[in-house]
C-alpha cells in the first residue's frame, strides 16, 4: 500500500470513489459485431427498400404494382367481385357453386354465361321468383332484387365477375346494358317464363 | 475523476439516436402522408380517409379516458399474418392513411376483446350502447366490463324516452324504470360507429380471383406425376 492511499483514507470526506476498467473479451466484440452484420442484412430484405408505399407482406415497390390491378377490367372485376363478397356469396357462396334449398350455381349456368347480358341484369336488378332449370335442375326459390341497392356500374361490375370467373368465361357487361335492362320498370320479382321472352340478343 | 462530461455525451448520444430513428425518420418517410384518392376498388374520385364526425371525435376522448384501448385494438394485421381478415376484422390491413385524422393514435396493444377497427362495419350505434351497458346481453360469456356509469337508470316518468335501451330479457330495468344512455355513451357509440377501414388501397391491394380459372375441389395431395 503506497503513501498516497494511506493519505486518501486520511481525508475521505474529499475523496471520490473511481471505477476502475474491466477489459472486454475481443470473442464477445466479435459476437456482437456478427449480430450486428446480420440484423443489417435482415433489415436491408426485410424493410421493402424503406419505400411507404411498401407494407408487409410485400417486399419492394414492384411486388405491390404486381398485386394492383393492371387494367380498367381488371379494376372493373375487382369492383364486381367486392360487390360479390358484400352481397352475392350469401346464397350463392364464394365459390359460385350455389347451395341445395338456398341459391342454384352460377358456374356454368346457362342464365350467366348466355351470349348476351339481358337476362342476367334483370335478374339482379328485379329478383326472381318461381321455378326455373338451372343447369339441368330444377329450383323453386326467390331472389330479392337489388336495383335500389347498386347503380348500373356495380351490377355491371358484379355480372362481369360472375361471367368471367371460376372457369366461366362470357363478355364482359357494360353499365350501359344494365342502364337499358334497368329502364323497363318490372313490378316485383321476374319469373323464368317472362325471361325466356327477352331475346339473349 | 469528473465524469460529467462522458456521462452527458453517453446520454446525449442515446437520446439523439432514438430521436432520429423514432421521430425524425418517420416525419421525413411518411410526414407528407395525406388523404390518398389510390383507392383500387370503389371508383375514382373518392378520398380516403374522410374525418369523422365532431360526435365521434369527441367519442375518442371517451374511449381514451375509459381506457378501452387497454383490451382493444384497432388494427388489422396482414393476411398471412394471424387470421384479423378471416375472421370478419377487416377485408385488408391497416395503413398509415387509416390514422391520418387521429390524434392520438388509439391502436392498443392487448386483444382481450375484438380488433374494433372496423367495428363500424358489424355494429350499429344501439349494439354499441347496449354491449356498453351489459355485454351479456348481446354476447352470453363475455367477459367485457359493464359500464353503467355512462348510462342514468330512470324512472319513467309519462312516456318513455325515445332514446331508452332496448335490453332483452334478465338484465332489462325494473318495471316503470328505463336506462338512458348519457352524453358519453352517445359519443363513444358515435365513435366506435365512425370506426371503419374502406376500401383497397394501392399499398394493400384485394386478391382477385383470377378471370377463368376454375375452381374445382383440390385434388388429394398425390405423390404421382402430373400427368
Known amino acids: ?201 | 475523476m469528473n465524469s460529467g462530461p462522458t456521462l452527458f455525451l453517453g446520454l446525449f448520444v442515446a437520446m439523439a439516436c432514438s430521436w432520429l430513428s423514432f421521430v425524425l425518420g418517420p416525419q421525413l418517410q411518411i410526414g407528407d402522408m395525406r388523404p390518398t384518392t389510390n383507392i383500387v376498388v370503389g371508383a375514382s374520385g373518392q378520398i380516403y380517409p374522410n374525418p369523422e364526425p365532431g360526435l365521434a371525435h369527441q367519442g375518442a376522448e371517451v374511449y381514451r379516458a375509459d381506457g378501452c384501448a387497454s383490451c382493444h385494438t384497432e388494427q388489422v394485421r396482414p393476411r398471412d399474418l394471424g387470421s384479423d381478415i378471416n375472421r370478419g376484422w377487416g377485408v385488408r390491413r391497416s395503413t398509415g392513411y387509416d390514422y391520418l385524422f387521429d390524434q392520438p393514435v388509439l391502436l392498443g396493444t392487448l386483444r382481450v376483446g375484438p380488433d374494433l377497427a372496423n367495428a363500424g362495419r358489424r355494429m350499429d350505434a344501439a349494439a354499441v350502447l347496449l354491449r356498453l351497458y351489459e355485454p351479456r346481453a348481446l354476447t352470453p360469456g363475455s367477459i367485457m366490463p359493464p359500464s353503467p356509469f355512462l348510462f342514468d337508470k330512470r324512472k319513467i316518468q309519462g312516456a318513455p324516452s325515445p332514446d331508452a335501451l332496448q335490453i332483452p330479457g334478465p338484465f332489462a330495468p325494473p318495471r316503470g324504470y328505463e336506462i338512458v344512455p348519457r352524453a358519453e355513451a352517445r359519443a363513444l357509440a358515435a365513435y366506435v360507429t365512425s370506426l371503419h377501414q374502406d376500401g383497397y388501397l394501392f399499398e394493400a391491394p384485394p386478391p382477385l380471383q383470377p378471370a377463368g380459372k376454375t375452381n374445382a375441389p383440390a385434388k388429394p395431395a398425390t405423390n404421382s406425376p402430373a400427368k
Open chain 1, 1 to 201: 500500500m503506497s503513501q498516497d492511499d494511506t493519505k486518501n483514507r486520511t481525508n475521505q470526506d474529499n475523496s471520490e470513489p473511481s471505477a476502475g476498467f474491466a477489459t472486454v473479451p475481443i470473442w464477445l466484440i466479435m459476437v456482437f459485431g456478427g449480430l450486428f452484420y446480420w440484423s443489417q442484412l435482415y433489415l436491408n430484405d426485410h424493410a421493402g427498400g424503406f419505400d411507404k408505399q411498401v407494407y408487409a407482406p410485400y417486399d419492394s415497390l414492384e411486388q405491390v404494382v404486381a398485386m394492383n390491378p393492371k387494367s380498367a377490367g381488371d379494376e372493373f372485376r375487382l369492383m364486381g367481385q367486392d360487390v360479390f363478397n358484400k352481397t352475392c356469396t350469401a346464397c350463392h357462396q364464394p365459390s359460385g357453386l350455389g347451395k341445395e334449398g338456398t341459391a342454384p350455381p352460377l358456374v356454368g349456368s346457362e342464365w350467366v354465361l348466355a351470349p348476351g347480358p339481358d337476362r342476367i341484369a334483370r335478374i339482379a336488378l328485379n329478383g326472381l321468383t318461381g321455378p326455373i332449370t338451372v343447369k339441368g335442375k330444377d329450383w323453386n326459390l326467390t331472389m330479392v332484387p337489388w336495383k335500389d341497392t347498386y347503380d348500373d356500374k356495380h351490377i355491371a361490375a358484379v355480372l362481369t365477375y360472375i361471367r368471367s370467373t371460376w372457369g366461366n368465361n362470357a363478355s364482359p357487361v357494360k353499365p350501359e346494358q344494365v342502364a337499358a335492362a334497368r329502364k323497363e320498370v318490372h313490378p316485383g320479382p321476374m319469373t323464368s317464363p317472362e325471361l325466356q321472352q327477352i331475346p339473349v340478343q
